[in-house]
Every structure is written in C-alpha cells, then in structure tokens.
C-alpha cells in the first residue's frame, strides 16, 4: 500500500484547463470579470504561473531577483518609535523608556509643544552620539538642526541618521548623516499611488543628483521616504520596486557598482480614521508587515490614536507592533521573502515599467520643479485621490468602521493634530458628514415592508448605510397594508424615512404610501427599480438608497433635502 502511494503522481493541470473550469464556474459570467483593476492602471490577473511570469519577462526575471536581494541593507526593519511629548521632561522620560523598551532609532518630528531650547538640544545631542535617528523639521532654519552644533567633533564622522525636510539640508561634518531624501509621503497624503511616488521619487533623486559635486557623493548622502497603505501586495511590490529602478538610474549615471540606498518608512495616515480607532492600529500592523516583507530599512508605526493626541499605551501599542512582526514572523530571516511569489515579480515589474515611464515624462517636461509648476503633477495627484476617495463613498474599498460596520455611538475627536490636519485622509468626509448630522439632531427612520424575513435583507443594508454618519434610524415593525403604513409615517418623529421591502410588496404598497404620506417627510425606497423609478418620482419619491451608491452624495443630498423642509 505505502509503495503504490509513493508512485502516485497528481497530473499538473494547464493554464487553459484552468481557464475553461473558471468560466464554467462561472455560469455564464464573462471571464474578464474575474480581472482587476488596481489605481495605478495595471490589471490584475486571478491566476499566475511559472510559465506566465517566465514568459512575460524572461531573462529579466533573473535579473529583477539579483537586484532586489542584492540592495538589501544588512539591518532591515529598524524599529523607529517617534516621540510624544509636551514638556522637555516628558520627552526625555518618554525617549529612555521607548528605548529600553526595543526601539532602535530616535524618532523626532521638530513640531512639539515645547521649546528646542540650549539646555535641551545639549541633552539631546549625547542620544544623537548614541543612537541613530530620524528627525522631521521643516526646513534649513528649523531649531531642531541646531542639536548638530552640540555634538563633540571628534564623534560627528561616527553620528548616524536620518533628516527628513522639503529640501536637503547641507551637514558636512557627518558624513554618515543622510540629509537629502526624496520624501514621497508628501505626494501619499495628496493622495499619490504606487506607481506615481516611485516616478516622484526617481524624479526628486535626479534634481537632487546635479546639485551635488558627483553621483557618488549625492548616493552617500541620498534616501527614499515611503508611507506604506493598506494595499497589502502593492506595497510590498512598491518597496521592491524602488531597488529595481534605483539600479537602473544610477546605471543611468554610469554607476556600474551600484550604492545601496536606505529605505525609510512608515504607516499611512492618509488611511486612518477618527471613527473606531483601534481599526487603525489592525491596518498599522497589515502596513507594517508589508514594509517588514517588501524591506524597509527602517520603519514607524503611527499610533492608532495619531490623528489627536497619542498616550503613553498606544505609543507602546505602536512600538509593540513593530517588535512583534520583527521578532515573531522570522521574516527577517530571509533576504526578499517576497522573491519568486509569481504575482508579487509582476507586480513589481509592472510598477518598474510605469513608474519609469512616468519619470521619463516628468524629466522631458523639464524636471519635477517644471513639473510641479505646470499644474501636471497637481492634477495627477487630484485623480488619484479622486479615485480613491469614489471608491470608498462607493464601497468599492473598504474602510472598516467609516464605510462599513461603523459604530453610530461612536465618539470622536473634532479637533485634529496640526501636523495632520492637511492629509487629505479617505475617512474625512464620512467624519464631516457625521459631525453635521449629529449636531442637527438629525431623525430616521426604515418602514419595513411585508414579512421580517422579506423585509430585513434590505432593511439591514439601508441601517448600515445610515451608520456611516452617525444615524440610528428608528424601524417599525413589518407592515402588510398601506394603511399601517401611513399611521407608522404619520406617528414617527422621523423627517427622512426609507422604504424596505421585497420588490414584490414595494410595487404593491409604494403608490398609496406616497399618495398619502406626511408632507414633512422625505421618503426613499431601499433598491433599484428602474421601470417604476419616474413615476414615482414624479409623485412625490425622494430616491432610492441602493448598493455601489455613493454614501456621502446620497446623504448630503438628503441632509440638503431635510434642510429645505424645515423652512
């Protein structure tokens, strides 16, 4: 028996066979529907091989590999825990403790709500002679940069970090310190997808190359900065896909050699939301552990409450994440564990393929600065984000606690950390919409129509979709007659009722209920019924609440409607 097992061999199906068994699960569904579009433009297929990726890029395949595994800095994934404080002393007491606690570099944005006073840049320059660091300020005259005055000059050459700022900042007494960084998580927050920060990147590299004595000496003091998001494959395909294209540019220069160049990271924050916090902190770690795979060098977790004002357990929280995915997930263990994955190699070179392209544009119009001032760079930004905020109102993405399964009890914030308030965050404008809602007292309602069991599928949809801006919609109990119907509209305090309903019942009920519904009352029907759609309307139906409907154009329209019919 266990020699006749040994012997068995499983017949390897083709990729046609496969085809043909998904259409016919499919039923009569195109096989094209089972292709996906990502923002960047490029399709995704349901199925990749061996033979696929080969064929797609032969020998370039091999070579995509060797570069990636042979960028890889040898200490990947540094834990960069930033700082929060508003006194001195908190700072401090929070600096040791986040270092005793496993965090490997010092992480300072200049924003803070105390003063860079002598006393306290001196105390901080023994951790810069220390530790390495990353610190954000805002420019060449920011007073954090005087820390670097502080340091001993015989221990400057060995003082390692990071200085990320709009423009480079010249400190040429460190030389392990890397001040000139193509910061791309400016272009992330406007809303910029994969393909457009790595062309932005390569873009910022070349106009920060000609304004150093020589390629190796501006690779020396160069970085790249990426906010990781959501999109767990892509990212990892984004990080992977700078090594390639940084190869390519200094190849460009004729750099035979190749200098590897850090990456530095962080998790998005154009993906967080006030709404049910501690969603932010699940979607940290899915971002975080995309950054450990795709090989960031060194990486921060914003905490899950970032957007207000952090405490002393999120912070820890934040920290933890790192140190778990680091220690626990043995990725490290493996230089480009995403190697050889047949749908992370094409992705990667796809996004090397556009993301190039797109520089080669950009440097044709004359660099990014050119670019930049023509509005282009403006306008790309634009609908990227346009695309990407329509998919969340449309439920196309989801964005758990905001969009969909959102809490209506749940509290939140208004006001919001300056050094945050610009991001033009997805989540923004179901909080606006909430916030507007809730300060007009606003009431609703669903009338449910027939049977529980007929009516609930869609009077649960239209509960949901109320939710995401803070309603509790107050529901009757199924009713089976017109006239039920009309002494529930007439007795609720509700000023905007959705019907739901079967659409058998609807289509029996609905003519009656709007013949003689209160004036006051703003009725929509939950579903599509396109035959019925103009009559009903004509006779007195506000419109319909269905599913791939846009949420906050949908309610804002009725809040404006709601509006108009207490004047």
Same mark, same amino acid.
């Given at each position: 028996?266990s020699?006749?097992?040994?012997n068995i061999?499983?017949?390897?199906?083709?990729?046609?066979?496969w085809q043909?068994a998904a259409?016919k699960?499919?039923k009569?569904?195109?096989?094209e529907?089972?292709?996906?579009?990502?923002?960047?433009g490029?399709?995704?297929?349901?199925? /990749?091989?061996?033979?696929?990726?080969?064929a797609?890029?032969?020998?370039?395949? @091999?070579?995509q590999?060797?570069?990636?595994?042979?960028?890889?800095?040898?200490?990947a994934?540094?834990?960069? !825990?930033?700082?929060?404080?508003?006194t001195?002393? =908190?700072f401090?007491a929070?600096l040791?403790?986040?270092l005793?606690?496993?965090?490997?570099?010092?992480?300072?944005?200049?924003?803070?709500?105390?003063?860079?006073t002598?006393?306290?840049?001196?105390q901080?320059?023994t951790?810069?002679?220390?530790?390495?660091? $990353?610190i954000?300020?805002e420019?060449s005259?920011d007073p954090?940069l005087a820390v670097?005055?502080?340091i001993?000059v015989?221990q400057?050459?060995?003082?390692?970090?990071?200085i990320?700022?709009?423009?480079?900042?010249?400190?040429?007494?460190?030389p392990?310190?890397?001040?000139?960084?193509? @910061?791309?998580?400016? /272009?992330?927050?406007?809303?910029?997808?994969?393909?457009?920060e790595l =062309?932005y +990147?390569?873009?910022?590299?070349?106009k920060?190359a000609? !304004?150093?004595e020589?390629?190796?000496?501006f690779?020396?003091?160069?970085?790249?900065?990426?906010a990781?998001?959501?999109?767990?494959?892509?990212?990892?395909?984004?990080l992977?896909?700078f090594?390639?294209?940084?190869k #390519?540019?200094s190849?460009?220069?004729?750099?035979?050699?190749?200098?590897?160049?850090?990456?530095? &990271?962080e998790?998005?924050?154009?993906?967080?939301s006030?709404?049910?916090? /501690?969603?932010?902190?699940?979607r940290s770690?899915?971002? &975080?552990?995309?950054?450990?795979i795709?090989? #960031?060098d060194?990486f921060?977790?914003?905490?899950?409450?970032?957007?207000?004002?952090?405490?002393?357990?999120s912070v820890?929280i934040a920290?933890n994440?790192s140190?778990i995915?680091?220690?626990?997930?043995?990725?490290? $263990?493996?230089?480009d564990?995403?190697g050889?994955?047949?749908?992370?190699?094409?992705?990667?070179?796809?996004?090397?393929?556009? &993301?190039? =392209?797109?520089?080669?544009?950009?440097?044709?119009?004359g660099?990014?600065d050119a670019?930049?001032?023509?509005?282009?760079l403006a306008e790309?930004?634009?609908?990227?984000? !346009? =695309?990407?905020?329509?998919?969340?109102q449309?439920?196309?993405?989801?964005?758990?606690?905001?969009?969909i399964?959102?809490?209506p009890?749940?509290?939140f914030?208004?006001?919001t950390?300056?050094?945050?308030?610009?991001?033009?965050?997805?989540?923004?404008?179901?909080? !606006?919409?909430?916030?507007e809602m809730?300060?007009a007292?606003v009431?609703t309602g669903?009338l449910?129509l027939?049977t529980?069991?007929?009516?609930k599928p869609?009077? @649960?949809?239209v509960?949901g979709?109320?939710?995401?801006?803070?309603l509790?919609p107050e $529901?009757?109990e199924?009713v089976?007659?017109?006239?039920?119907?009309l002494?529930w509209?007439? #007795?609720?305090?509700?000023?905007?009722?959705?019907?739901a309903g079967?659409? @058998?019942?609807?289509?029996?009920?609905?003519p009656a209920?709007?013949?003689g $519904?209160? +004036?006051n009352?703003?009725?929509?029907?939950?579903?599509?019924?396109k035959?019925?759609?103009?009559?009903?309307?004509?006779?007195g139906?506000?419109?319909f609440?269905? #599913?791939?409907q846009?949420?906050?154009?949908?309610l804002n329209?009725?809040f404006?409607?709601?509006?108009?019919?207490?004047r």
């Amino acid at each position: 028996m266990s020699n006749n097992m040994k012997n068995i061999e499983f017949e390897k199906p083709s990729y046609s066979e496969w085809q043909d068994a998904a259409i016919k699960a499919l039923k009569g569904k195109p096989f094209e529907s089972l292709l996906t579009k990502t923002s960047e433009g490029i399709t995704l297929e349901p199925l /990749y091989t061996q033979e696929s990726l080969v064929a797609k890029l032969g020998e370039e395949l @091999d070579k995509q590999v060797a570069t990636i595994r042979s960028l890889q800095n040898n200490e990947a994934f540094r834990v960069a !825990q930033q700082v929060y404080a508003d006194t001195s002393e =908190a700072f401090f007491a929070q600096l040791d403790d986040s270092l005793a606690r496993g965090n490997e570099v010092v992480t300072i944005d200049s924003r803070v709500n105390f003063e860079w006073t002598e006393e306290v840049l001196a105390q901080l320059a023994t951790y810069f002679s220390e530790y390495s660091f $990353k610190i954000t300020v805002e420019n060449s005259n920011d007073p954090l940069l005087a820390v670097f005055d502080k340091i001993a000059v015989n221990q400057r050459e060995t003082v390692k970090g990071f200085i990320v700022s709009k423009d480079p900042i010249s400190l040429n007494e460190y030389p392990s310190v890397r001040s000139v960084g193509a @910061d791309t998580t400016v /272009y992330h927050n406007e809303g910029a997808n994969a393909v457009q920060e790595l =062309a932005y +990147a390569l873009a910022l590299a070349a106009k920060y190359a000609k !304004q150093e004595e020589s390629f190796e000496a501006f690779a020396k003091k160069f970085y790249v900065s990426f906010a990781v998001d959501t999109q767990f494959f892509t990212e990892i395909a984004k990080l992977r896909a700078f090594k390639v294209l940084w190869k #390519a540019f200094s190849s460009a220069y004729g750099v035979a050699n190749c200098v590897k160049v850090p990456t530095i &990271a962080e998790t998005s924050l154009r993906s967080f939301s006030k709404l049910d916090v /501690y969603v932010n902190l699940l979607r940290s770690a899915n971002e &975080a552990l995309s950054g450990l795979i795709g090989g #960031a060098d060194v990486f921060t977790v914003h905490p899950h409450d970032a957007l207000t004002k952090p405490t002393d357990q999120s912070v820890r929280i934040a920290r933890n994440v790192s140190l778990i995915l680091k220690e626990e997930t043995n990725v490290l $263990k493996v230089i480009d564990p995403a190697g050889g994955s047949y749908f992370i190699e094409s992705l990667t070179a796809d996004f090397v393929k556009e &993301a190039w =392209a797109l520089f080669l544009e950009i440097e044709a119009a004359g660099g990014i600065d050119a670019y930049t001032a023509s509005g282009k760079l403006a306008e790309e930004l634009e609908k990227s984000y !346009q =695309a990407r905020i329509k998919a969340v109102q449309t439920r196309k993405q989801s964005l758990i606690g905001t969009n969909i399964y959102a809490n209506p009890a749940d509290v939140f914030e208004s006001e919001t950390n300056p050094a945050f308030a610009e991001i033009k965050r997805i989540a923004k404008p179901f909080e !606006q919409l909430r916030a507007e809602m809730t300060a007009a007292n606003v009431k609703t309602g669903i009338l449910a129509l027939g049977t529980l069991k007929s009516s609930k599928p869609r009077a @649960d949809f239209v509960s949901g979709f109320l939710n995401t801006v803070g309603l509790v919609p107050e $529901k009757s109990e199924p009713v089976a007659t017109a006239e039920e119907a009309l002494a529930w509209l007439n #007795a609720t305090e509700a000023t905007y009722v959705v019907i739901a309903g079967n659409d @058998d019942n609807t289509k029996e009920l609905l003519p009656a209920i709007l013949a003689g $519904k209160p +004036a006051n009352v703003i009725v929509d029907v939950a579903g599509k019924f396109k035959d019925e759609e103009e009559a009903w309307l004509a006779n007195g139906l506000n419109g319909f609440i269905f #599913a791939g409907q846009n949420i906050i154009e949908k309610l804002n329209s009725v809040f404006a409607s709601m509006k108009e019919v207490q004047r």
